[in-house]
């Protein structure tokens, strides 16, 4: 009696979760299971990011979009993988000219999503940024994070970069008590590996949105076709033409499940 008691209230709980659960999909299509609690702060985000964009473009700026990996996922962390974020911006920025260039950092506090917010519930709010109120895009350009970006944030010379992880983690983990849950080794084979967008699920669901839009670009706008598409760049080198049209395995985009 006492068991069958404890399945149902657990069987309740999961409904009751799963209620809290619904899919919400895009202007292209692109669709995730989300927090129905949450619609308003995306909504609300995505309100406030637009009109930025809006604001950098107005001066006359290319605005671009930063896609990297943010959560501690696989050895990763999301505080190095944040401070990478803004050298990154800073660093694309220059690159460009600050009078003349603007970057997007969804790892900037700001966009930050109530506590309990999932990678769907992120990539929801960041599709609609991408998109635009059209599809088609406010944005100029997409720079997707490489391992050379990470390369610079530690460091990294080409030689000893294993063991320069290390002695990296080890002054880290002194003041940062929460890395010594990632794991040394962890640490050390993700940012010496693999630290790039290759391996982010956001960033898997980031690529196939822009390529999206770029087909819409091409489709829609007859006149400029290929060179009304947005701008490419991965680990700071534009992107080869057949890469604008192959799409790569998702990441948080998909339907709810029962």
Avoid at 65 to 80: A, M, Q, R, V
Wanted: aromatic residues 10%.
């Amino acid at each position: 009696m006492k068991a069958a008691l404890v399945l149902l209230v657990l069987i309740c709980t999961l409904g009751s979760v799963q209620a809290e659960k619904l899919t919400q999909c895009t202007a292209n299509g692109f669709c995730y299971c989300v927090d129905r609690g949450l619609s308003e702060a995306v909504e609300k985000n995505v309100d406030t990011i637009r009109k930025l964009l809006a604001a950098e473009k107005a001066k006359g700026k290319a605005v671009g979009y930063l896609s990297i990996p943010l959560s501690t996922l696989g050895g990763g962390w999301f505080n190095e993988n944040a401070k990478t974020a803004v050298e990154t911006k800073a660093r694309i920025e220059a690159r460009l000219g600050a009078s003349a260039a603007w970057v997007l950092n969804p790892g900037a506090a700001e966009f930050a999503l109530p506590a309990g917010a999932t990678g769907a519930d992120y990539m929801l709010m960041w599709t609609k940024v991408l998109e635009g109120p059209d599809g088609l895009s406010e944005l100029d350009f997409v720079y997707f994070v490489g391992p050379s970006d990470y390369a610079r944030h530690f460091g990294l010379t080409g030689a000893g970069d294993l063991e320069r992880l290390e002695s990296y983690y080890d002054e880290a983990a002194k003041t940062d008590e929460k890395l010594k849950a990632v794991g040394r080794r962890a640490f050390r084979d993700y940012y010496g590996l693999r630290a790039s967008v290759t391996f982010s699920y956001g960033s898997h669901d980031e690529w196939n949105i822009v390529r999206a839009i770029n087909q819409k670009r091409r489709e829609v706008n007859a006149n400029s076709g290929l060179a009304g598409q947005m701008g490419i760049m991965f680990d700071g080198q534009p992107a080869a033409p057949g890469l604008y049209e192959t799409p790569v395995v998702p990441g948080n985009a998909g339907v709810c499940r029962p």
